[in-house]
């Protein structure tokens, strides 16, 4: 069994849910990100800054480090679209969703097969001893659907 | 390195997705499949079809046999949303999409650890040579993403 490979099938697909992400963020304007993706629903701007926020928090979840932008959390998951008046602009959206995805996937590259495997940060000993299948594969993987999830969404404003 | 836990962790996140779907599918209405998911957009009834006929050929991707619905493939897949008028009724996609994720899901259980790396039937030997991560794990995680991004369409027209 070649744990490598599948671990880059888990990879491929979560750098394909971003590169499809990016493609659509840079085919929407700034004026855009503040679409609906359908009528009451959550803007563009929103789900930015929430998949940002999620990508983000993955980081210590991994044991990869210390996240990079902590205050999305409030804004845009404790919080629904348009309940907090003071979010960044389009173009600092851009600038977090970019670097926080950079400082990611530098991290998800160390890890070994053998380490996606292991019980996430969030989880107990005792925990990951019930249900060794809550591991960091499995939280990729669920990011990944997260991604594509919200992919599905943003591409209507276009 | 457990291929196993690997594996698992592919299907819970399949499963994860398609008990989503079913859980979303149930909460609407036969009239409710008539709505499009944002103005101008694919109906519901429309992204029902196109996902039992991208299940369905699953089937014979991965080597478990025949499909059950390669009818479903020219309206609900080669040709877009209201381009065919004679499509099956709500009630009647939602017995295929049950019907056929049964029947997938049947077949996505025989296969063991190892055959998940080979190559999906799609392909040669040749090409699977040149890139051995377009195997059939890949073909699940794949179709994993193309539900998610579905399913987050689909929630809009509740």
Chains 1, 2 share one sequence.
Not at 21 to 40: C, M, Y
Not at 60 to 85: M, N, S, T
Not at 110 to 136: F, G, S
């Amino acid at each position: 069994m070649n744990g490598f490979l599948f671990v880059n099938a888990a990879l491929a697909s979560w750098n394909l849910g971003l590169r499809r992400a990016d493609a659509t963020l840079s085919a929407l304007t700034d004026e855009q990100f503040h679409r609906q993706i359908a009528p009451g629903k959550n803007r563009v701007l929103y789900l930015v800054g929430h998949l940002t926020a999620v990508h983000d928090s993955m980081i210590p979840l991994l044991g990869l480090g210390d996240r990079l932008h902590p205050e999305l959390d409030e804004p845009f998951i404790k919080q629904p679209d348009r309940a907090v008046d003071d979010i960044p602009t389009p173009g600092k959206l851009r600038q977090h969703w970019i670097e926080v995805n950079a400082a990611l996937n530098t991290g998800l590259l160390t890890l070994a097969p053998a380490e996606w495997l292991q019980r996430h940060n969030a989880m107990t000993d005792e925990d990951y001893a019930k249900d060794p299948t809550r591991n960091k594969l499995a939280v990729l993987l669920s990011r990944t659907n997260h991604l594509s999830y919200h992919n599905g969404q943003i591409i209507l404003a276009k």
